[in-house]
């Protein structure tokens, strides 16, 4: 799940200085390429997506260059420049489909359109001054009506949905206000999963049909690292290794930060307090499940900033993807229905992509939201540390690589099947930011 789209964490570069509007004509093509993969990186363009693509940008624009990037750095090196090498820190940001649409159609432009370095300049400028299409307020909203729907999905009962939406809006009210602080993002997830226990399990001591896993986990699903795991391991996959590794390593690290947060809150409400036994996850109904994934939709569209115009496509995606693993799920074992669920979901955002010229992550990121194995991550880390069930624990943790694995061979299936269908040979694989 995504998180809350927080104020720009990436600081202002030093080759963005100084901007003259007025002097776009004198810009050179070398700077116009910088600024447009600084800002493809800080969208959340994985390494496998953002090097191919840049490589063909600057190939347009008589800049040949070779990219490297890594989710906290961006090497680059121009042709004409031999022996030289340009390093760019870079800050690892909330997706934000808002602007990475943007910058998509800017780079389309440059390859299709013969779009001119100032031209593209001023392109860059504009996105790069635009604010977040949805107030602070609104993802508050979002992370509560978030943390609702996954509850019902995780096979809570009303009492756990109620109390999951609840907590996540104060999840999401933490998230905004330690954010605008300037808290570090670890520290966030410390506090806000000690909230979120602590809330669930006085919910638990008044309402004894709830569930104070069910309800923690839901509410802090906005901040469990379950898709940058699958964009890890795709990137592991397709031999961007330490841009892979290092972003396995950060998503790893935020689980473990949640974790923690999570023993902290169990250590503080326990010594006060006994708690009730929790009651038991109930498998949702499918048409119950499948109505909840239209306020879940429009929650991600809120979160990951979509354009108003795109919002309908995030909604085809949840529901494709949601959906697709249901029924596959009738005939498939478990982790064969995964791939399958992601094979019909990455082929269904390359038509649409090729159809509508819009970015493949717009209609791919919603349906693999809702197939990444986050949560089990959560489970198995807590049953662990929280319960001391290593065994148990293990087994949930080798049950979410093996469910993260099948995403990525069902992504890598589509990079194949996809280019036939839509009449072209793409090279990149589809984008998983």
């Known amino acids: 799940m995504p998180p809350v789209t927080h104020p720009s964490t990436t600081p202002p570069s030093a080759l963005t200085d100084d901007r003259d509007h007025n002097n776009s004509a004198s810009v050179p093509a070398e700077r116009v390429i910088i600024e447009l993969a600084r800002n493809l990186h800080a969208s959340g363009s994985p390494a ?7 490589e063909d940008v600057a190939a347009y624009l008589g800049c040949p260059a070779t990219f490297f990037s890594t989710p906290t750095s961006l090497f680059i090196t121009f042709a004409h420049e031999e022996g030289r090498t340009r390093l760019l820190r870079v800050y690892p ?42 107030s602070q307020p609104l993802q508050v909203l979002a992370c509560g009506i978030a943390a609702a729907c996954f509850g019902l999905l995780v096979g809570g009962n009303a009492t756990v949905v109620a109390a999951a939406g609840a907590t996540g809006l ?28 602590i809330v669930a399990s006085l919910v638990q001591t008044r309402f ?36 892979g ?61 979509a354009r108003y115009r795109d919002i309908a496509w995030v909604l085809t995606s949840a529901f494709v993807g949601y959906g697709s693993l249901r029924l596959a799920g009738w005939w498939l074992q478990p982790f064969a229905a995964v791939w399958a669920a992601a094979v019909i979901a990455g082929v269904c955002s390359h038509l649409i992509s090729h159809w509508r010229h819009i970015p493949p992550a717009i209609t791919l990121m919603p349906a693999l939201i809702l197939l990444v194995p986050g949560s089990l991550g959560f489970f198995g880390l807590s049953a662990i540390i929280l319960n001391n069930d290593v065994p148990g624990g293990l087994r949930i943790v080798s ?3 093996l469910t993260t694995i099948s995403i990525v061979a069902g992504l890598l299936t589509t990079d194949v099947i996809a280019p036939m269908l839509s009449g072209h040979r793409n090279r990149s694989i589809p984008p998983l930011i």
Do not use: K
């Not at 910058?103 to 593209?120: D, K, M, N, W």
């Not at 104060?170 to 808290?183: A, D, M, P, V």
């Open 48 to 54: 496998y997506e953002l090097d191919q693509r840049m």
């Open 245 to 305: 590794s290092a972003r396995f390593a950060g998503a790893m690290m935020s689980l473990l930060t949640l974790v923690f947060g999570v023993y902290m809150g169990h250590a503080l409400i326990h010594s006060l307090m006994p708690i009730p036994p929790s009651s038991a996850a109930r498998a949702p109904e499918i048409a119950t499940s499948m109505i909840s994934i239209l306020p879940l939709g429009l929650s991600l569209a809120v979160l990951f900033q």
């Open 399 to 401: 049950t979410m690589m």
């Open 208 to 243: 004894t049909s709830s569930s104070v896993e069910l309800t923690s986990l839901a509410a802090l699903i906005v901040l469990v690292p379950g898709l940058q795991l699958t964009i890890s391991i795709n990137e592991l996959a397709t031999q961007n290794l330490a841009s």
């Open 170 to 197: 104060l999840t999401g009210g933490l998230l905004i206000g330690l954010s605008q602080r300037n808290c570090p993002a670890h520290l966030i997830n410390i506090i806000a999963a000690i909230g979120a226990y």
């Open 93 to 134: 940001c909330d997706t934000n489909l808002g602007r990475y649409a943007g910058f998509y159609a800017t780079q389309r432009a440059i390859e299709h359109e013969g779009l001119s370095v100032p031209q593209a300049w001023e392109r860059i400028q504009t996105l790069e001054s635009t604010a977040n299409t949805y």
